[in-house]
């Protein structure tokens, strides 16, 4: 299903596509009415002091803020942006797939931080809380989704959109260790997907198959990969001194010391009982799921008896 899978992933990025356009045309149009010359507008300088200094009403700058960051939740990805990524994994060779996972998804982050948090500040206060929202439901909805994964890849990549919803957690703090704490995420998620998504491509060479139900017993024939595999595994799932660790540690730390809210507005006068630390606390579930389908799927694969269709695989 490759072109299904190519065209869902144009399609979600034309969407995305056409919010950022929008958005960074109404700051070009705003610029030119405040006399901003025309050939500097789009400087990141220029555009902080457009948005900063101007008179640009708060409802506009969070429209404008809306359009950057839907565009970027399609990268990042966010629910329910996300589901081009499990498809286009699937279906892409393993090379592009550790590219996928450690590079695009980072686009998104990136693009968050420095066209919305960092031009919009006033805009992000506002927004905060459904950020924070969006976070847990990021982590917490796609962790399960992980855990009923039969194919080793498409179980890796929900568990990367369940990883880069502490990026927006740490987005969400609002202060300065999360904003570094959401960084440091963006990098170890970077290194340890794409290193997860390298072990499967090394097993499907050698098999051709990436349903889970197809192995078992495999650490017998091949230490050397099985090794490799736990380990970032273990450093995917947030065991202590591995990478994975450091930054969601970090993350939950950051949030646990922000006061960006107290509850989420739901209108009309209406607000769910969630500060931000409540909603750390939810994010730690992911947490708890993210051990779960990765030591099983460890056991699954490479423990237990020997599933004969595997014994002839070479380490």
């Not at 490759?2 to 109404?26: I, Q």
């Amino acid at each position: 299903r490759r072109e299904f899978a190519a065209m869902k992933f144009v399609l979600y990025t034309l969407f995305g596509s056409v919010f950022l356009v929008a958005s960074a045309l109404a700051l070009y149009f705003y610029g030119r009415s405040l006399g901003v010359d025309p050939s500097t507008i789009f400087m990141f300088d220029t555009l902080r002091s457009i948005v900063g200094l101007g008179d640009l009403a708060p409802m506009a700058q969070i429209l404008i803020f809306l359009g950057f960051f839907i565009a970027f939740a399609v990268k990042l990805p966010v629910v329910p942006f996300h589901t081009w990524l499990p498809d286009a994994h699937v279906e892409a060779p393993t090379p592009i797939s550790m590219l996928l996972a450690g590079i695009l998804l980072k686009m998104g982050a990136y693009g968050m931080f420095r066209f919305c948090f960092e031009m919009m500040p006033a805009a992000a206060q506002a927004l905060a809380p459904y950020i924070g929202l969006l976070a847990v439901i990021n982590i917490v909805y796609t962790a399960g989704v992980a855990l009923v994964q039969e194919d080793m890849k498409k179980l890796i990549a929900y568990s990367s959109v369940s990883h880069m919803g502490f990026v927006l957690l740490g987005l969400a703090a609002l202060n300065a260790v999360g904003f570094n704490a959401a960084i440091f995420v963006m990098v170890s998620h970077g290194l340890v997907s794409a290193a997860l998504f390298m072990c499967v491509g090394t097993l499907y060479r050698r098999t051709h198959s990436r349903m889970i139900q197809d192995y078992g017993g495999v650490g017998k024939k091949t230490p050397m990969i099985f090794y490799f595999f736990m380990l970032m595994s273990l450093s995917s799932l947030g065991l202590p001194m591995l990478v994975s660790f450091a930054g969601e540690s970090l993350v939950f730390y950051g949030a646990f010391l922000s006061t960006a809210f107290a509850n989420i507005p739901m209108g009309n006068g209406m607000a769910l009982p969630l500060s931000i630390q409540t909603v750390t606390v939810l994010s730690a579930i992911g947490v708890i799921l993210g051990a779960a389908y990765m030591l099983w799927l460890l056991k699954r694969v490479f423990f237990g008896d020997l599933n004969p269709s595997c014994a002839k695989l070479t380490d």
